[in-house]
Every structure is written in C-alpha cells, then in structure tokens.
C-alpha cells in the first residue's frame, strides 16, 4: 500500500433499505419505502459482486470496514453475507484487511448466523432500547407486540458462539427519566463493554403533529406517514433537551466512578479524547 495512504475506510451499506422485520414507532426510516414505489429493495446478487468489486478496487488502503445496516439487514438472508465476503476475499489487495460490522434488531439471529458471525470476525450491534416493559415501548413488531424477547434469544446466541458485539440505545420519552436503569441493564445484565447512546428528536409543524404522534408505525389511508424533518415543534415520544442531558449526566457519574477502562460509552469517550486534542468522531471534529 503506499504510505500516504489514509489508514482505514468504513463504508455504510443498506442492502434492504428501508424494509425491516419490526415496525418500531420512532423509525423515520420506515416511510421511506413510500418514496420508491414498486421498489424490491433487496440488493441483487450481481450488484453485489459489482459494488464490492469497484469498492475494492478504487480505494488503496490497508484496512476497510463495511458496516451493513437497514431496515433489518439479516433479511437478506446469511448466504448473502457468506457471498459477500468470499467477494471481499475475492477482490481485496494483497495485504489489504477487510471488517465487516451489522446492525441488527437481534430477532433473526440463530446458531447458523452467530456461527458465522465469529468465523468472520463480524462486530454486531444490537438494539436495545433498555429492560422489557421500556424496550417493548415503541419497538415492536408487525402485530404491535413487544419484541423483547426475540431480541434477548438473539442475544443469547450472540454470547454463546462469543461474538463480539455492543449495544445501541435510543432515548427517548419512554426511558429517558431512567438512565440507570438502562445503563445498569446494558453493564450488569447484557454485560456489554461498549453502549452508543442516539437521542430520538422527529421534527414535525403544528399540522403535521397529530399525526406525527400516532408514529411512524402507524398505518394512515392503507399507507405509512412520510416522515419529513421540518417544523419547530417535537413529537411525543422525542427526548427533550434538559431531560436528554440530565440522562448523559447520571450516567456520566456512574460511569467515571465504576466503569472507566471497563465500558465505552461512546459519547463520553470522543468528547474526553476531543478535550486532549484526540478527535475520534467526524462531529467533534475541527473539520467533519
């Protein structure tokens, strides 16, 4: 590799799109199958090969990471992860590392997919919004229910084949009051070493409000809302800004008195590295 070459590349891939197993009621992301209309939204196989191919061959760096993420990317079916990474294997330079990381709501996950998953050294990230009667809030699926339980099977067979993976958490109205609770559920209870925290914040005008706060879930005219961030005004379920901070800052506490060098909590992390001139995250950053 020539030695001005930047050290790594992560790039982000939803080979499903917007199409998801769950219908969690903040997911912005749900409507916009509306937009494309007729749309399969399932990468075809030759497109694959294709897109791994010019990804490959266009960027001359020594380690690239491809994340894939949704909708629910375990859709696509595990023999669509084993072909792309015999792609990647295939048409990687010599010398050249390739990582593969998803995304997943956990719900499909079996022996056959943990299995892989440690064969090939994929990091997962699951979604959790918390313990049961606060995940089961807003993430549910098709039929409305609670999907907690299919997602802690999912977690089991993660720890069991010891495949690496972290939490990903929403805050929102349903457990923002409780940040110990989640966080104590993640560390004692999952017992993940790394927890990235995402505010949910969905903008809406004062005549799309209503309808905003039935969710996105919610199925309007034999249609989903089109989600559009536009307006002064918050939904229901949106965490609000002080109630946002006061949950990093009870965490915050916890965590700098038991937990540093133990857990990553991503956002307390990057904001320490970027005091002492170490900028791990585009957004603290100088320059994104």
Known sequence: MP?????????LV???GAICNLDCKYCFFLSKEMLYPGSRFRMADELLETYIRQLL???????????????????????????????????????????H???????????????FFKAHDFLIGLSVDGPKEIHDTYRVNKGGEGSFDQVMRGWEYLRKHEVEYNILCTVHAANADFPLEVYRFFRDELETQFVQFIP??????????????????ERVGGERP????DGHL????????????RFLVEIFEEWVRHDVGQVYVQLFDVTLGSWVGQHNLCIFSPTC
């Open 226 to 229: 089109l989600y559009i961030q």
């Open 101 to 115: 990381t998803m995304q997943t709501n956990g719900t499909k996950l079996d022996d056959d997919w943990c299995a």
């Open 14 to 16: 939803k080979p499903t």
């Open 200 to 217: 949910i914040i969905e903008r809406a005008t004062a005549d799309f409000l209503p309808l905003a706060n039935q969710g996105w879930s």
């Open 234 to 245: 918050v939904t229901e379920r949106s965490v609000q800004a002080e109630q946002y901070g």
């Open 57 to 99: 061959e266009s960027h001359r760096i020594p380690e690239v990471t491809i994340a894939w993420q949704g909708g629910e990317p375990t859709l696509m079916g595990l023999d669509f992860f084993k072909r792309s990474v015999e792609l990647a294997e295939k048409y990687k330079k010599p010398g050249q590392r390739i990582s």
């Open 3 to 11: 030695q001005n070459a930047p050290p790594a590349y992560h790039l």
